[in-house]
């Protein structure tokens, strides 16, 4: 053989080699996750696939657009996941099952992903047992859900590489969402404890302070600087919505800290919202914003100074659990600190341990991926 032949040879096989490669890693997609499961491509835009859903377990879905025609405006709860390659873990399984289960609205989840696979033993059984009608996946390009809205070309001010990019995209999409097609948005680590459908137009304070009387009521009036965003409910095209978007389209910047884009600037929409100056108090009603006592939308987070109650401690028979979130509609689980807590499958050891059961018994059942 000829070496110009021997040469044509090698370059052939490297050229092989390299397709190969980005076969293999599907890299001709950047959003898929896991080349080793089978896709979907069957998918209709706007829509949730007709396959049964058992035939979903294991496989990588492509997933729709979510529907211009919403059915189920302002009666939904609405999930988001800003990370490309997501990878549901076990603790935001039980954040779903509870609220589909204990809810009683049809729970969607957002991803900036194009493909989700169904790789997960609880949320395989979930899928099995909801999907389409009360649980339902979508994709969502940035620029597309802000379009007709007053963050529309945000995304060109935005930090792409920003370490902090995530957290403040976040903030952007759930208020977006909320003002397009109304619902309930909560963060992946609150468990949903009693049914929301009564609930509208309302967020909570970001403390931890408020002590309900016997019968529910606040016993004391809460002050605060900070609209915690992890639970909200708001109809569509909101008012105090449009202005809150309208202030964080005029400020949003470069170098904003995390808590900017939402629990400051939230507060701040309020405040000129009700024409009021100082910081806000709670309870507060309106028509289109009440600020809830924090007992309602209950907050938790271990980094909390003081200490919070042991909510990952030994308690013996539960009760504390329970006294602790007898008037609550959901508990925030909130703060890396708290999501590294263990959780032992203990009841008196841990809150996952004791409300799991309860309220995602399909999740805490593989206790060991979660």
Known sequence: M???RT?????????????????????????????SHEVNNNQQPGSQNSIPSENLCGKTIELPRFPAENVDQNRQIFFVETNVQPKPRGRTICA????????KMPVKVFFRSSVLTVN?????????????????FYTTAIEELFERSPLQGITKRLQWNHPLFLLQLSD?????????????????????????????????????????????????EERTNLLNQGTMHFDKENPFLLEYLRILNATYRHGMRWIDPGPVTMHLAAQKFLGRRNALS???????LTIVPSFVFR????????PPPPMFDVNENGSYFEDYVRCSYVFHLTGLKTKGALVTGNPRHDV??????KVCPTAISHLKMF
């Open 2 to 4: 000829s070496a110009r």
């Open 299 to 306: 907050l938790l987070t271990l980094a909390m100074t003081p």
């Open 120 to 136: 997960h033993p609880a949320l395989c059984s979930l899928v099995k047992e909801f999907y389409p009608h009360k649980l339902s």
């Open 352 to 357: 996952y341990s004791y409300f799991g059961p």
């Open 7 to 35: 040469q044509k040879l090698i370059v052939l096989l490297i050229v092989l080699a390299i397709l190969y490669f980005f076969a293999q890693n599907n890299y001709l997609n950047e959003d898929a996750t896991d080349p």
């Open 172 to 220: 952007l999409m759930r208020a977006v969402m909320l003002y397009k097609y109304g619902g309930f948005y909560l963060d992946q680590d609150v468990l949903t404890l009693r049914d929301l459908t009564g609930i509208r137009n309302s967020i909570v304070t970001d403390n931890i302070t408020s002590v309900p009387s016997e019968t529910c009521k606040p016993m004391t």
């Open 282 to 288: 709670t309870p507060l009603s309106t028509p289109d």
């Open 96 to 103: 779903l099952e509870s609220a589909i289960r204990i809810g």
